[in-house]
């Protein structure tokens, strides 16, 4: 076949013939008593003796039928699969399916055959080659990559014989094993259900050119002899269903030439050993070869000059059977493109057992057992390679997936938002997860709850836990409200990273010379000396378009190495997520070490940072690290911004936030999922979970789901930060609102950019909180002045004040009149992309109470349960 390969492909390319006489072309012989070769005579295919002594490719006499010739069937298959691909494209236009063929033996025959089928019909082709002496274990490591790459629609193996083990074969994802080898496809076939599953190629090919060719496949009796494992119960299954007698039989057995004479047809699945005499078959016996197996990619053979093994049987059978191979990747890839569609979880929902008296809290979280995270996952659709698993019940996911589903409508968008609340919160959290537990466990709707990751400090401060409450919770709590998978630690290491690299930068612009500070910034490492990327973009940014570093003059070398960071306007603070009130002012550079470098900063909550606030905002890793360049951390002593890009930071600020940007999966008591991520106070920040994990969810839902998330506190900050701040940046905006207000806040109560950011700061203070206007303090007013000189005059405004009052005094309730909004400060926080006010004396580094929460909570040793958390 090889010889003939060429010739073959050419034919199969060249255009269909003009309608006509049917082609005479030769197709699957029938076997003759004697040697040498041969071709139909006049009597044809269908029952009629072969004529001895013609030529082999004589044509059909007068009055015969010709069957159709094998290349316009596989040009029918071809151009079929071709066509219904051309439809799934056209509501799909990134949408191409992909074959793999994993290869351990030295057979290439077939490579070239499947390589110009799949690009004639738009599919690509993915070789692996392994070496031929490959073990079992070698082969399944490859089929377990292409398993999980959600790249690839298909796949199908050319290995030897010997290799085709049930391991080997049962470790393929029955979806993508288009050659229907699995026990899980061969099972639905004789099951009945041919239509979910995939068939054999080989098996179809053979029944393909019997019944295109005018075979009556009923009553006949067939013989398949020399097949085995998949090759052998699919055709038994195939002929069964056509109301074939079939047998099955292996070439070495004593009842073999009885068996040969009584067939009517003879399928061999293998090569036929030399030992079986040609007379054992009857010539008016049809014969169809398929030891080219394209599984094995095993060339037959026999006795030179066998007939019923010449290359036109077996070519017809190789070639029909990669063709259709190529169909069953195109439905592969429709089945693909379906599951992709909106359609309704089948989410085992855990079940409730409700108790009277209510217990607390943790004992609810704890009595309930949640789902391996990995099932969860696998129930709401997401694929094995697009979560990363953290211990049982968390999970992070994959930003791939917003790729994979972006032509998939998103859900309806709901917002929790509250009155202004009391010192206790009121339950925002509680009905969000209610809300998600009631759609989905009860009433069989997609649902997605999205929550903000909460602070230690808080935990261990005055409020607690915010896991919600009662019989709507996520679980585990103590995970939920604990370190869960080290997002604000990885914040807390960027953020202190910063801070590190500012005061040491001061130190050594203030020790060195520009020539010392020079050789050190830019190192000579082997005799060559290069700026780093990040050193090319400074450059770009101050003029200065060179990248030897050798052709710098003295100037452009000074303004290279110096930043000139005016100490006093430095605004970037240290964090840590603990409520401590005596980091609220600290003096820092006092060992000697530092050479009487010293200055006074303070340590502000973990989730105050900017990085929590940029991270919460943005919509993929390259828009956060352009993010995290854009922080303004001071002024120069021109008054020009320093950011973190100028420092030389970004780069390592995103490799410790590259991890935190990916959302963290966790579940309700009801077994629902809940995205937890990223956690803005909103007294000091913006307030508002990610909007990736936002994004998501809203994909994951699909068109008739619903997102339901939350504001942090009361309509006053959380909700008009999420309208203001959270929705300007996601470009979503929400299709209804919850309002959360409880009798315990009514009772306490009783009763634009388009601007300048004072004009801003007024409208907020007066429009929204009821104030007869603002007081700015001289600093306030300086810092105003600095950042719209810089121009950043046009960023939305994150107002950081009390949460317990529209004013600014935690102690007036209800809706105050009348009175000054005092304004102590106002910082920016550029990367995240707003100014913040400082209201009043509000402190972005909270304080512990008289008696922490940290009084009841403790370790049992025994159990390594958790106590008092909540």
Not at 146 to 152: F, G, K, L, S
Not at 178 to 207: M, Q, W, Y
Not at 295 to 315: C, D, Y
């Amino acid at each position: 076949m090889s010889a003939r390969l060429p010739l073959l492909l050419r034919q199969l390319r060249r255009p269909p013939p003009p309608a006509g006489p049917p082609s005479r072309l030769r197709v699957p012989r029938r076997a003759s008593s004697g040697g040498g070769g041969g071709c139909g005579g006049g009597e044809g295919l269908l029952g009629q003796r072969r004529r001895r002594g013609t030529q082999a490719g004589c044509s059909h006499g007068p009055g015969s039928r010709a069957p159709p010739a094998w290349n316009l069937i596989v040009r029918e298959v071809i151009q079929n699969s071709k066509e219904v691909l051309r439809l799934l494209q056209e509501k799909n236009p990134a949408f191409k399916p992909v074959l793999a063929i994993i290869q351990a033996s030295d057979d290439n025959l077939m490579q070239e055959v499947n390589q110009n089928l799949a690009e004639e019909a738009g599919l690509n082709i993915t070789h692996i080659c392994l070496p031929p002496e490959s073990g079992e274990d070698e082969i399944i490591d490859e089929i377990l990559k292409i398993n999980e790459d959600t790249r690839v629609h298909g796949l199908a193996l050319q290995i030897s014989e010997n290799s085709f083990s049930n391991k080997v074969l049962n470790a393929l994802k029955p979806e993508k094993d288009v050659d229907g080898v699995t026990d899980v496809n061969l099972g639905k076939l004789v099951r009945g259900d041919a239509h979910e599953c995939f068939i054999s190629p080989v098996a179809r090919a053979v029944i393909e050119l019997l019944e295109k060719s005018g075979v009556s496949l009923d009553g006949k009796k067939i013989l398949v002899v020399g097949a085995h494992g998949s090759l052998e119960a699919t055709l038994q299954c195939l002929f069964q269903r056509k109301g074939s007698m079939t047998m099955s039989s292996p070439w070495k057995t004593p009842q073999l030439q009885s068996k040969l004479q009584e067939a009517d047809i003879v399928v061999l699945g293998s090569p036929k050993p030399e030992e079986v005499p040609l007379s054992w078959i009857q010539p008016e016996t049809i014969v169809l070869n398929c030891s080219h197996d394209l599984l094995s990619g095993k060339l037959g053979s026999g006795s030179p000059g066998v007939p019923f093994s010449g290359p036109i049987a077996e070519n017809d059978v190789s070639l029909l059977a990669a063709a259709l191979r190529i169909q069953n990747m195109v439905s592969s890839g429709r089945r693909w493109l379906r599951e992709q569609q909106y359609t309704r979880w089948r989410l085992h929902c855990l079940k409730l057992q409700p108790l009277s008296p209510v217990p607390s809290d943790i004992e609810i979280s704890r009595a309930q057992t949640p789902k391996a995270v990995d099932v969860l996952a696998k129930e709401i659709g997401l694929l094995a390679d697009e979560i990363e698993i953290y211990g049982k019940s968390k999970a992070k996911v994959c930003l791939s997936l917003l790729e994979r589903l972006k032509d998939q409508a998103d859900g309806k968008y709901v917002l929790v938002a509250g009155i202004t609340p009391t010192p206790l919160g009121e339950g925002k959290s509680t009905v969000t997860i209610g809300l998600v537990q009631a759609l989905t466990a009860h009433l069989n709707i997609n649902s997605f709850a999205c929550l903000r990751q909460p602070s230690q400090g808080p935990t261990f401060g005055v409020k607690g836990g915010a896991a919600g409450g009662g019989y709507a919770q996520v679980i585990p709590m103590e995970e939920f409200n604990l370190h869960l998978t080290g997002d604000i630690h990885a914040i807390t290491a960027a953020n202190n990273l910063l801070a590190a690299a500012i005061d040491a930068r001061i130190f050594h612009e203030n020790t060195q010379t520009d020539k010392s500070l020079y050789n050190r910034l830019v190192p000579s490492v082997n005799g060559v000396r290069e700026f780093s990327n990040i050193q090319l973009a400074r450059l770009k940014k101050l003029g200065i378009n060179k990248t030897d570093p050798s052709a710098l003059t003295e100037e452009e070398m000074s303004r290279f190495v110096r930043l000139n960071i005016d100490p006093p306007t430095i605004t970037w603070q240290r964090v840590l997520d603990t409520n401590d009130r005596f980091l609220r002012k600290i003096t820092i550079g006092q060992a000697s070490t530092e050479k009487g470098y010293s200055r006074q900063a303070q340590f502000d909550i973990a989730v105050a940072s900017e990085i929590m606030a940029v991270l919460a905002l943005t919509d993929s890793l390259k828009d956060m690290k352009e993010r995290l360049g854009r922080m303004v951390v001071a002024s120069d002593r021109n008054g020009q911004p320093i950011t973190a890009e100028d420092l030389g930071v970004t780069g390592a600020l995103t490799v410790l936030m590259k991890d935190a940007i990916k959302p963290n999966l966790m579940q309700t008591l009801e077994g629902t999922p809940v995205f937890v991520h990223a956690g803005p106070f909103a007294n000091i920040a913006h307030g508002n979970s990610s909007v990736l994990a936002d994004k998501i969810a809203l994909k994951l839902v699909g068109k008739e789901g619903f997102v339901v998330t939350e504001a942090g506190f009361g309509a006053d900050i959380g909700m008009e930060k999420f309208f203001n701040i959270k929705c300007r940046a996601s470009g979503l905006v929400p299709n209804v609102v919850v309002l959360v207000a409880t009798v315990r806040a009514l009772k306490m109560h009783g009763g634009g950019p388009s601007l300048p950011i004072v004009e801003k700061i007024r409208t907020i203070a007066q429009a929204v909180y009821g104030a007869r206007d603002i007081e700015l303090s001289p600093e306030a007013q300086s810092k105003i002045d600095l950042y719209t000189q810089q121009g950043f005059g046009n960023l939305p405004i994150c107002m950081a004040k009390t949460h317990l009052s529209l004013s600014h005094q935690p102690d007036k309730k209800g809706v105050p009149r009348d009175f000054i909004l005092p304004i102590s400060d106002v910082r920016a926080s550029i990367g995240a992309g707003f100014i913040y006010p400082l209201v009043g004396t509000m402190s972005t580094m909270p304080g512990l109470p008289t008696r922490p929460c940290f009084y009841d909570i403790d370790l049992d040793t025994e159990t390594e349960q958790v106590q008092g958390l909540f």
